[in-house]
């Protein structure tokens, strides 16, 4: 069961990431095929390379505890990226002046740690959930279809309840607390209650943080989320 959750929950997080840091580029992007051919492409070479290294890793440590210790990480980072998304961007802007290149070196830096870690899961989980070489290939087939069956819902979810209700930062926080809690059930007691400290600790004061990443050489009067992107009034001079 502690594996089947790892693998949904894994799944539904790589979609749900991937859509939502689509509204932190966006804004300054714009919805280009530069964008979403970044975002694309960025999670499936993090994947590829998460299931080749995964499954070395696998043979040489097949430890829950291990595999749990990597999801953990990776909700650490995701938990972290309202607070360095603007700078990853800024950063990009500044090595790169092309714009689509641009797009391409943020969205690397954004999410190609988490996508190579958590492809981790997927060699792991049908390591650990093997015991005979005469249902491999029916353990794999169960663990692929519920890694996409998590795929599907952290997509429909993400699109149809969270963004039209939540910011983005809050979106991006809930992903990550998600992969901390699935991270629980095989961490030993003193890593879970460090993991709810940090969780604490960076959530609880900086659940309203407002992932704003437009410049703006006026005054910044209102903002807002929309269903479309996000929604600055800025007030130039006595206009």
Same mark, same amino acid.
């Given at each position: ?12 997080v ?18 280009t095929i530069?964008?979403?051919?970044s ?21 040489k ?17 995701? =938990?972290?990226i309202?607070f360095?998304?603007?700078s990853?961007?800024?950063?990009s ?14 969205t690397?830096? *954004? ?11 997927s060699p792991? =989980?049908?390591?650990?959930? @093997?015991? $005979?070489?005469?249902?491999v ?5 169960? +663990?692929? $279809?519920?890694? @996409?069956?998590?795929?599907?819902f952290?997509?429909?979810?993400? =699109?149809?309840? +969270? ?8 979106i ?7 992969l901390?809690?699935s991270? *629980?059930?095989? *961490?030993?007691?003193?890593p ?25 050489n006026g ?9 479309? $992107?996000?929604?600055?009034? =800025? ?5």
């Amino acid at each position: 069961m502690k594996l089947k959750v790892l693998t949904f929950t894994s799944g539904a997080v790589i979609m749900g990431l991937e859509i939502v840091t689509s509204r932190i580029l966006i804004p300054v992007f714009g919805s280009t095929i530069y964008t979403w051919g970044s975002l694309i492409g960025v999670i499936l070479s993090g994947l590829s390379l998460g299931y080749y290294f995964g499954g070395k890793l696998s043979d040489k440590h097949p430890k829950f505890e291990k595999i749990c210790g990597i999801v953990f990480s990776v909700g650490i980072f995701i =938990v972290g990226i309202p607070f360095f998304a603007t700078s990853v961007i800024d950063f990009s802007q500044y090595v790169i002046s092309a714009p689509q290149y641009t797009t391409l070196l943020a969205t690397f830096l *954004l999410l190609m740690f988490p996508s190579v870690l958590l492809g981790f899961v997927s060699p792991y =989980v049908i390591k650990l959930g @093997t015991s $005979s070489l005469h249902n491999v290939g029916n353990i794999s087939g169960n +663990l692929y $279809s519920l890694a @996409t069956v998590g795929s599907i819902f952290g997509t429909f979810t993400t =699109v149809f309840v +969270l963004i039209p209700n939540l910011a983005a930062n809050q979106i991006i926080f809930g992903l990550g607390i998600a992969l901390i809690g699935s991270s *629980l059930l095989g *961490l030993k007691i003193s890593p879970k209650i460090i993991a709810l400290a940090i969780v604490a600790i960076l959530i609880i004061p900086w659940s309203s943080l407002s992932i704003n990443t437009i410049s703006h050489n006026g005054t910044l009067i209102f903002e807002k989320e929309t269903l479309f $992107s996000h929604l600055d009034v =800025v007030e130039y001079g006595d206009n």
